[in-house]
């Protein structure tokens, strides 16, 4: 499954109704880590169809990222059933980000 732009307009849609699991990246383009992490995520979500992966952009989002208390890039937050469970601030690689998604 590719990788969805989340924005404030699409968000109770893609993630609040997702019938799946939803990891959302906090990122902006100026930040080195977020553009390392770009890739694995890209990877992870072609590999796992269970699993909605969302980008929201914090310079073009920052309502929503205030809305989640984000203070640094990159940070990921699972959703499961519309509700944030699990975050984890910084670059990951693929064993650490599958970890982070069965914990």
């Known amino acids: 499954m590719?990788?969805?732009?989340?924005?404030?307009?699409?968000?109770?849609a893609e993630v609040i109704q997702s019938d799946k699991p939803v990891l959302l990246d906090?990122?902006?383009e100026w930040c080195?880590?977020?553009?390392?992490?770009?890739p694995v995520l890209a990877d992870f979500a072609?590999?796992?169809?269970d699993v909605k992966v969302?980008?929201?952009n914090v310079d073009e989002q920052?309502?929503?990222a205030a809305s989640f208390g984000i203070m640094s890039i990159p940070t990921l937050i699972?959703?499961?059933?519309?509700k944030?469970?699990?975050?984890?601030?910084?670059?990951?690689?693929?064993?650490?980000?599958?970890?982070?998604?069965?914990e």
């Open 2 to 12: 590719k990788e969805i732009r989340i924005t404030a307009e699409n968000f109770t």
């Open 26 to 28: 906090f990122w902006a």
């Open 32 to 38: 080195g880590p977020c553009r390392m992490l770009g």
């Open 46 to 49: 072609e590999k796992h169809d």
């Open 54 to 56: 969302g980008k929201v």
């Open 62 to 64: 920052p309502a929503l």
């Open 78 to 82: 699972l959703f499961k059933e519309g």
């Open 84 to 102: 944030p469970v699990a975050q984890r601030i910084g670059l990951q690689d693929a064993a650490g980000l599958e970890q982070f998604i069965r």
